[in-house]
C-alpha cells in the first residue's frame, strides 16, 4: 500500500510572469537549496509553471508566455553553469522535460512578436546564456517558421556576427554551426558548405576540413 500526496499549486501574486518573478527571488536568497533533499519542492514547482505556461501558449498568449518561458530558462541555464541554485548537476536533465518542445515554442513566440533584427538580438542573448545545452529546435524553429524574406535578413545577420566571432566566443560558435547546417540542410549548396566549413572550421577548433568532415557526418 503506497500513500500518494496530492500536490495542489495556487499562484499567490495577481500574475504568472510576477509570481514566477517572486519565485525566482526566492531561489536566488537560497529558499530551494539541496532541493531534492527536502522533496524537490523547488523542482515541482518549475515543472508547474511549464504546465500553466503551456496552457497560455495554447490560447496564443504569446506575450505573456515569451516572458515566462525566458525567465524560467534563463534561470535554469544560469543554474547549470554559475549557480547552484537548487544543489542538482544538471537539473534540466532531472526534471525529464521535453525541452526541445519547451524551446520551440519559445521560439515561435520570439517569432511572433517580434522584428528580424529583434529576434536576432533575443537569439543571440539566448546563445551567451545557455552556454553548453544545444536544443536543436531552436535553430529548427527559426528555418521552419520564418518566412523566406525574414529568413534571408536573419541570415544576413547571422553573416555579419559570425565575422567577428573568434575561437574565443566559445557561446557563440552555434551561430557558425548554425550556418554550415543552413548552407547543406536547407540550401543545399554543397560548394557553400564546404566553404563555411573551411572558413568556419579553425575557429570551431579543426586543424583541416577532412576532420570537420569526419565529426560533422557522425552527427
Known amino acids: 500500500m503506497k500513500i500518494i500526496k ?3 499549486y495556487k499562484l499567490t501574486e495577481d500574475s504568472l510572469d510576477k509570481d514566477i518573478d517572486k519565485f525566482i527571488k526566492e531561489v536566488r536568497k537560497g529558499a530551494y537549496t539541496w532541493d531534492y533533499k527536502y522533496g524537490m519542492e523547488g523542482l515541482r514547482i518549475i515543472k508547474q509553471y511549464f504546465k500553466l505556461i503551456q496552457q497560455e501558449f495554447n490560447k496564443e498568449n504569446f506575450g505573456l508566455c515569451k516572458a515566462c518561458y525566458k525567465k524560467l530558462l ?3 541555464f544560469e543554474e547549470g553553469y554559475k ?4 544543489g542538482y548537476e544538471d537539473i534540466i536533465g532531472r526534471s525529464k522535460l521535453d525541452f526541445d518542445k519547451i524551446i520551440r515554442q519559445y ?3 520570439l517569432i511572433k512578436l517580434h522584428s528580424v533584427d529583434e529576434l536576432f538580438n533575443e537569439f543571440i542573448e539566448y546563445l551567451k546564456k545557455k552556454q553548453d545545452y544545444y536544443f536543436e529546435s531552436a535553430e529548427k524553429t527559426i528555418i521552419e517558421e520564418l518566412g523566406d524574406e525574414e529568413f534571408a535578413k536573419f541570415k544576413e545577420l547571422l553573416l555579419s556576427k559570425a565575422e567577428k566571432i573568434e575561437k574565443k566566443d566559445y557561446e557563440l560558435h552555434d551561430i557558425l554551426n548554425f550556418l554550415i547546417d543552413i548552407a547543406k540542410k536547407k540550401e543545399k ?3 557553400k558548405f564546404l566553404e563555411f566549413v573551411e572558413r568556419f572550421g579553425p575557429v570551431l577548433g579543426y586543424d583541416n576540413v577532412e576532420a570537420f568532415l569526419d565529426d ?3 552527427v
Not at 549557480?83 to 537548487?86: E, G, I, K, L, M
Request: include cysteine; aromatic fraction near 32%; proline fraction near 0%.
Open 83 to 86: 549557480n547552484n541554485y537548487f
Open 6 to 8: 496530492k500536490y495542489e
Open 189 to 191: 549548396d554543397e560548394k
Open 216 to 218: 560533422y557526418e557522425k
Open 107 to 109: 521560439f515561435i513566440c
Open 74 to 76: 534563463f534561470l535554469l
